[in-house]
């Protein structure tokens, strides 16, 4: 089964290298510079002429997990995995969706979030030092005018269409994301579970895949 890797905010594949996904061909999506005016649906067309197969399976982490579903809209796939991520925009914090509307987030820059490292730690539940250095070393290598332009889509996402191949995997603490409705909870787990609790999101992607 082929499986294409979507990564999240400030992040890439690493963020997936703890997984266990011997077995399956696995396949990363590779972000393309959005255009001006870009909304998260038309990015996501932008991105499915790189997923192929009649097995396809997309797994996308966060803003990845978003980017997924416009994709599944879009590109007809066997399951859309989900790892600490939102179906549809009412399921974002309503101070996201509040920052959305006001623009409030326009007020910082991606550059800023690049370096706010013990804010990211927190936020990101990344508590141990691999993780801090691998959440750091991601963010460092981040396009910051890409890392803003996601957060804005975010925050102004408007999907209201739950496809019916999504799965969600969850950490029940997640700080970013907070849990709303999820197929797999890992318990005690924050939003980087792919990264610190990649055992049990291994075993139930296993499950979702079986």
């Keep these: 089964?082929?499986?294409?890797?979507?990564?999240?905010?400030?992040?890439?594949?690493?963020?997936?290298?703890?997984?266990?996904?011997?077995?399956?061909?696995?396949?990363?999506?590779?972000?393309?510079?959005?255009?001006?005016?870009?909304?998260?649906?038309?990015?996501?067309?932008?991105?499915?002429?790189?997923?192929?197969?009649?097995?396809?399976?997309l797994m996308g982490v966060s803003f990845g997990g978003m980017v997924a579903?416009?994709?599944?809209?879009?590109?007809?796939?066997?399951?859309?995995?989900?790892?600490?991520s939102s179906v549809v925009a009412t399921e974002l914090p309503a101070?996201?969706?509040?920052?959305?509307?006001?623009?409030?987030?326009?007020?910082?820059?991606g550059r800023l979030l690049k370096n706010s490292h013990r804010l990211m730690n927190w936020v990101m539940g990344a508590a141990d030092p691999v993780r801090k250095k691998l959440l750091a070393d991601m963010l460092r290598d981040t396009d910051p005018k890409f890392l803003y332009w996601a957060i804005d889509k975010v925050v102004t996402w408007k999907n209201e269409t739950v496809p019916s191949n999504v799965v969600r995997i969850h950490g029940s603490k997640d700080r970013v994301l907070p849990v709303r409705k999820t197929n797999y909870l890992v318990d005690g787990?924050?939003?980087?579970?792919?990264?610190?609790?990649?055992?049990?999101?291994?075993?139930?992607?296993?499950?979702?895949?079986a």
């Design 1 to 57: 089964m082929k499986i294409f890797l979507l990564s999240g905010l400030g992040a890439d594949k690493r963020l997936f290298s703890n997984l266990d996904l011997s077995g399956h061909e696995v396949i990363d999506v590779s972000w393309v510079p959005p255009s001006k005016g870009d909304t998260m649906e038309t990015y996501a067309r932008k991105l499915v002429d790189q997923v192929n197969g009649d097995n396809a399976v």
């Design 69 to 84: 579903v416009e994709m599944g809209k879009v590109k007809p796939v066997k399951k859309i995995i989900l790892i600490s």
């Design 95 to 109: 101070l996201y969706r509040f920052a959305g509307k006001l623009k409030i987030h326009r007020l910082i820059s």
């Design 189 to 209: 787990g924050g939003h980087l579970i792919v990264a610190n609790r990649a055992d049990e999101v291994t075993k139930y992607v296993n499950e979702i895949l």
